[in-house]
């Protein structure tokens, strides 16, 4: 494996070849590629590429009729996208992990540059390109090879094509090749069928992290991680609630995106963690350290019993 790499955000004026993103005066979203002598034609009418290309990120454009015609209603806003536009709108054969959920599987799967990471069931790629963003050494399983083309498409398109990223086209439920990951995220549908070789092919201390769109999937799968030398196992969903922030009306926004998977993470550790410690003959039961406080009155943690 190669280190993961990002391609390097754009800066300065737009140039032929990129994707943009053209928002017009209601919010519609529209994922073009600028090409040389190239339109977007939509209700409003036709921006030319030509008016884009060399234009600066974040400026207006004017849609024009046929006969030449304007209006307020025609201007659209053209920015280079974010990963979460480029997720949502990317073309996708799976469907895709949203964005509320992989900022999350980052944190939780203590993603970090150099990572040497498996992922497992790659989709259309929306993971792989967030797992490559934050700097994973990043190989992706996958048994559908339409799955692995559109993935590895996706990921080149946004990224480019020195990211060192490759899809093999392998079931995980038959063993992991690789060993000494520090990271193996699944997205599949059992993957309590993947935790032995999990186990196998991780390092101590290692990182497996699996997202599920069931609680009975869940369940099965925290069932199998708790005899098969992992610990520390931890579920959890996202909901995010946006507002609706205008002058003096402020309140929730009416629509929320609430439950889309549960993302389960545990950690490789010694199967003798798990065994019930002997009893010390003679000797009386170790008692609970005291809490200590910090200066500033917050909870140090209580690992120590005084504060000397």
Known sequence: MTPGRGAARARGPLVAGERVLLVDRKDRRYLVRLVAGGTFQSHAGVVEHDAL???DDGSEHVARQRDGRTG??????????TLSDLVLKMPRGAQVIYPKDLGAILMAGDIFPGARVLE?????????MTLIGAGADLVGYE?????????????????????????????????IAATDLDRVVLDLPEPWRVVAHAAAALAPGGILL????????????????????????????????????????????HRM????????????????WHEEP???????????PEPVEALDGSDAGGELSSAR
Do not use: C
Not at 73 to 78: A, K, S
Not at 213 to 242: D, K
């Open 53 to 55: 290309i060399g234009a």
């Open 72 to 81: 307020p209603g025609r201007r659209f806003l053209v920015l280079r996208p």
């Open 120 to 128: 497992a069931g790659v989709g259309s790629g929306a993971l792989s």
């Open 143 to 175: 048994i559908r090879p339409d799955f692995a083309a559109r993935a590895l498409a996706n990921v080149v398109d946004a990224l480019g094509p020195d990211t060192g990223y490759r899809v093999e086209e392998r079931d995980i439920y038959e063993g």
């Open 210 to 253: 699996s997202y599920l769109p069931t609680i009975n999937q869940t369940a099965e799968l925290r069932a199998r991680l708790e005899h098969g030398g992992f610990g520390f196992a931890e579920t959890f969903e996202v909901l995010r609630r946006t507002w609706h922030v205008e002058g003096r009306s402020v309140r929730p926004d």
């Open 257 to 272: 995106v609430a439950h889309t998977g549960f993302i389960t993470t545990a950690r490789r550790i010694s199967a003798r």
């Open 278 to 288: 002997a009893a010390a003959s003679g000797t009386a039961e170790e008692p609970e």
